[in-house]
């Protein structure tokens, strides 16, 4: 599955941003989908992961803040960032897990390029 991110940019402290996942190649109702962030000269860390239309799980830094949502039928999945922050700068990813635990990057066998987010202060 090829996967497509997009919606990001510069924003302020306490903005809000929606970034999509594009999937095509296969549906996406097979998969539990999932978003990451890096920042500069920081590993890969996990932001949430939904795995159907009612299931989800989040990191506690953003817990309360950002909403993952997924459209099976238009192949997309999404994250809405609200209150955002400095530390939430960071380019981030979507991906498709594909077996392990969701918390790890290698659990997942696809991703998209990524997309930045920039909080300014």
């Known amino acids: 599955v090829q996967l497509q991110a997009s919606g990001g940019g510069l924003v302020q402290t306490g903005g809000s941003l929606r970034l999509s996942c594009v999937a095509s190649?296969?549906?996406?109702?097979?998969?539990?989908m999932a978003w990451f962030r890096q920042a500069p000269g920081k590993e890969r860390e996990f932001v949430a992961i939904?795995?159907?239309?009612?299931?989800?799980h989040y990191a506690n830094s953003v817990k309360g803040r950002f909403t993952i949502s997924r459209d099976n039928a238009k192949n997309t999945v999404y994250l809405q960032m609200n209150s955002l922050k400095p530390e939430d700068t960071a380019v981030y990813y979507c991906?498709?897990?594909?077996?392990?635990?969701?918390?790890?990057?290698?659990?997942?066998?696809?991703w998209g390029q990524g997309t930045q987010v920039t909080v300014s202060s």
């Open positions: 991906a498709a897990h594909s077996s392990g635990n969701y918390y790890y990057v290698q659990a997942y066998n696809y």
């Open positions: 939904t795995y159907n239309t009612v299931s989800t």
């Open positions: 190649g296969r549906t996406i109702a097979n998969y539990a």
